[in-house]
Each structure stands twice: as structure tokens, then as C-alpha cells.
């Protein structure tokens, strides 16, 4: 990762220009494992990297928010999180979709006053805590960010924080099992395409790029 500002919270760098998305790295670039295990290459969406691509391509800047986990979910911190992120910036930078930051939630969480706040408040603070360090960093106003989660907790800290949320569910891992007996078989390569379809629609209507 060249031409990047490090600090506690993260990689910032200046690619896109238009507008802010951030995305909840686990649940959209990663699909989520249940139970949680270690991370692949084939836990990588290609369909959503595609869709990743399309946004660079018109010049919208965007990025990731995550915990510290490793490629391995019992290994935490700054250097598993470190390797992680080196790792994926690599991968989608060779596919033309390098993002304009990475950024821990971890590092503020510990900059938190856990133990004299109310706890609900506390952790609705910590999600949104990444979405203010982004828009503060890139100078972008709250009406041209959009944040992308696939959890109830990150549509509360959209709202909490006064910028746009959407939510995007990708491929789970139940899609993926065998149908019980009677039942159809479904293909989940053809619903996740349809999502990412949608998504890429979605945040270039909030941004207004749908034509430029």
C-alpha cells in the first residue's frame, strides 16, 4: 500500500473523488462463516470486487470498516488486521478496485470509556465512530456518504450519524447448503448478482453518478 496516511484508526489515501461509501468489510467484500472460521481466497465475492471496480471507475470514493480480525477469526489485533488488509488491498488493486481506506474499529473501541457508559450507547458509538473519522478525514458532507452494512447495529449507526445506510445482505453461507428434501435448488451465484446489481444502483442514485 503506497501513497497512504497511516494513524491509529487505519490506511487513508486519495483515489476516488466523488462522494464517501463505506462498507462494513465483513458481510460484503468477505461473506460471513457460521460458525466463524478462517478466511479464503474463495470467501472473496469476485461479483461484488466487479461491482467495486464499476464505482472506481466513475470516481466515487470508498472504503472499508472491520474489527481486527485475522485471516483466522481466534487471531485479533493490529498486526493480524495489518496482514488481513495488505492481503486484500493486493488482491483489488490487481483488479483495478483498490479502495481509498481501511479503517479498525478496534483502535477506537480501546479509546472508548467503556466501564462509565451506558453500554447500548457505548457500542453505538463505536460503530459509528469510524463513519465520523472517514467523513472528518475526506472533508465529505454527511448527505453525499452512504454507508453499506449487512447488520441491524450499522443501520443504527447510519442513523445516528445522519448519513445514508443500506443494507445488503450478499451471499450467506445457508444459501450455499443443500435444500432440503421437496425443496428447489437455488442457484446463489444468480440471487447474489441480483443484490449487487441492486447495490450498484443504489449508491449511484444517493451519489448522483448514475450518468457521469
Keep these: 500500500m503506497t501513497d497512504s496516511e497511516y494513524d491509529i484508526y487505519g490506511v487513508f489515501r486519495k483515489i476516488?473523488?466523488?462522494g464517501l461509501v463505506i462498507f462494513e468489510r465483513d458481510g460484503t467484500l468477505l461473506r460471513r462463516k457460521s460458525p466463524p472460521g478462517y478466511f479464503t481466497l474463495g470467501d472473496i465475492s469476485n461479483q461484488f470486487v466487479e461491482m467495486l471496480r464499476e464505482l472506481r471507475e466513475r470516481n466515487v470514493r470508498f472504503?472499508?470498516?472491520s474489527d481486527q480480525r485475522g485471516m483466522d477469526d481466534r487471531s485479533r489485533g493490529g498486526s493480524e488486521f495489518a496482514a488481513l488488509t495488505r492481503l486484500l488491498d493486493q488482491l483489488m488493486g490487481i483488479r483495478d478496485a483498490a479502495p481509498d481506506f481501511w479503517i479498525s474499529r478496534d483502535a477506537i473501541e480501546r479509546e472508548s470509556e467503556?466501564?462509565?457508559r451506558?453500554?447500548?450507547e457505548w457500542r453505538r458509538d463505536v460503530y459509528a465512530a469510524p463513519i465520523l473519522?472517514?467523513?472528518e478525514w475526506y472533508g465529505v458532507d454527511k448527505n453525499e456518504t452512504v454507508l453499506v452494512n449487512s447488520t441491524a447495529v450499522g443501520l443504527l449507526a447510519a442513523n445516528h450519524t445522519g448519513v445514508t445506510g443500506v443494507q445488503y445482505f450478499g451471499l450467506k453461507g445457508s444459501r450455499a447448503m443443500s435444500p432440503r428434501v421437496g425443496e428447489k435448488r437455488q442457484d446463489p451465484s444468480s440471487s447474489?448478482?441480483?443484490e449487487i446489481e441492486?447495490?450498484?444502483?443504489r449508491i449511484q442514485q444517493i451519489l448522483?453518478?448514475?450518468n457521469s
Design 16 to 18: 476516488g473523488s466523488k
Design 63 to 65: 472504503g472499508f470498516i
Design 114 to 116: 467503556k466501564e462509565s
Design 118 to 120: 451506558d453500554q447500548d
Design 133 to 135: 473519522r472517514a467523513i
Design 192 to 194: 447474489e448478482t441480483l
Design 198 to 201: 441492486w447495490l450498484c444502483f
Design 208 to 210: 448522483g453518478v448514475n
